[in-house]
């Protein structure tokens, strides 16, 4: 009689073991946060991986997409000097563009760099830069703005007239112009060189001269 309560005692412990792993568990709350941080960073991920990261242009995309269309350059007064030893301008490089969208991602955010140098020297004369696009350039589309990148330094003369009159000694000037988006480096995308042409006089330099020569004939 003993030894059967004792056999019963036993199998109710076991049904007591296997009602354990048979009961549907109740999560705690942690575990729930847990999924739900999860999920929210697969999301956050996915979200960031076809806005952010499929739309980004390397540089070999930049420089293919970015044609550069209406390129005109010019000599402008970049600064007007009224100091005791010089009083006069002067006059400083500037290229302008449109770009034209010739990929097939979006241009956005495209940071233009214009550097200036004379021809016959290395050093360069001086720099200008802009950040285009904060509206994105879709492909196929040409810009409505003019990109202007502008030299910071360049000749001194007392007015462009005076500058015209004694221009033997004006050297011709290149421009390469650099662009980069986002993290990319920046990628030379073409050299120039500026015309010998002034803001305002409607005449290029090497005209005026011919015309010059000819009068004093």
């Given at each position: 009689m003993i030894n059967e309560e004792r056999k019963t005692d036993h199998f109710?412990?076991?049904?007591?073991?296997?009602?354990?792993?048979?009961?549907?568990?109740?999560?705690?709350?942690?575990?729930?946060?847990?999924?739900?941080?999860?999920?929210?960073?697969?999301?956050?991920?996915?979200?960031?991986?076809v806005n952010v990261i499929d739309k980004m242009i390397n540089p070999k995309e930049l420089l293919a997409s970015t044609q550069l269309v209406q390129v005109d350059s010019r000599w402008v007064v970049?600064?007007?000097?009224?100091?005791?030893?010089?009083?006069?301008i002067i006059l400083v490089p500037q290229i302008s563009f449109k770009v034209r969208n010739v990929g097939?991602?979006?241009?956005e955010y495209?940071?233009?760099?214009?550097?200036?140098?004379?021809?016959?020297?290395?050093k360069t004369l001086g720099e200008g830069f802009v950040?285009?696009?904060?509206?994105?350039?879709?492909?196929?589309?040409?810009?409505d703005e003019r990109i202007v990148l502008t030299s910071k330094f360049g000749y001194r003369a007392s007015s462009k007239i005076a500058f015209v009159k004694y221009s033997?000694?004006?050297?011709?000037?290149?421009?390469?112009?650099?662009?980069?988006?986002?993290?990319?480096?920046?990628?030379?995308?073409?050299?120039?060189?500026?015309s010998q042409r002034?803001?305002?006089?409607p005449l290029d330099i090497k005209i005026m001269e011919n015309m010059t020569d000819q009068a004093g004939k």
């Open positions: 109710e412990s076991n049904d007591d073991f296997f009602e354990q792993y048979l009961k549907p568990k109740r999560f705690n709350p942690k575990f729930w946060v847990w999924v739900f941080m999860a999920i929210s960073t697969i999301i956050l991920g996915y979200y960031y991986k970049g600064e007007k000097v009224d100091t005791p030893d010089f009083k006069g097939k991602k979006n241009l495209v940071y233009f760099l214009g550097i200036f140098r004379l021809v016959d020297q290395a950040m285009a696009f904060k509206k994105p350039l879709k492909p196929g589309a040409l810009s033997k000694g004006w050297r011709r000037a290149i421009v390469e112009v650099f662009a980069k988006a986002g993290t990319s480096r920046l990628s030379l995308l073409k050299s120039f060189y500026v002034i803001e305002g006089i």
